[in-house]
Nanobody
Framework: QVQLVESGGGLVQPGGSLRLSCAASGSTFSINTMGWYRQAPGKERELVAVITSGGLKNYVDSVKGRFTISRDNAKNTVYLQMNSLKPEDTAVYYC???????????????WGQGTQVTVSS
């Protein structure tokens, strides 16, 4: 059974920084892509950043130059360093991972519980 546990959210002022962490545990035979999504009230969930097992990265345009995604494969952990935060970054951030739990199973998406990020004066 796979679990994704997130941490690092909170309340910060505009221009501040936060680092989100997400650790995968359980029967993680192979973790492919890991990423972060966010959902603000009244808006659709959007992809923020993704990183492959080999370290290739992609970001939504609105966070390029401000956010950095990284991962520690030995710890099965993905991070999102968020700098120069703006009020429009306020959302619940969800960790996502594409994981094959056994050799005989197809990979599927797993989700963290979400962590609140609030950027406000």
């Amino acid at each position: 059974q796979v679990q994704l546990v997130e941490s690092g959210g909170g309340l910060v002022q505009p221009g501040g920084s936060l680092r989100l962490s997400c650790a995968a545990s359980g029967s993680t035979f192979s973790i492919n892509t890991m990423g972060w999504y966010r959902q603000a009230p009244g808006k659709e969930r959007e992809l923020v950043a993704v990183i492959t097992s080999g370290g290739l990265k992609n970001y939504v345009d609105s966070v390029k130059g401000r956010f950095t995604i990284s991962r520690d494969n030995a710890k099965n952990t993905v991070y999102l360093q968020m700098n120069s935060l703006k009020p429009e970054d306020t959302a619940v951030y969800y960790c996502n991972a594409l994981i094959r739990v056994t050799f005989s199973q197809n990979p599927r998406d797993y989700w963290g519980q979400g962590t609140q990020v609030t950027v406000s004066s």
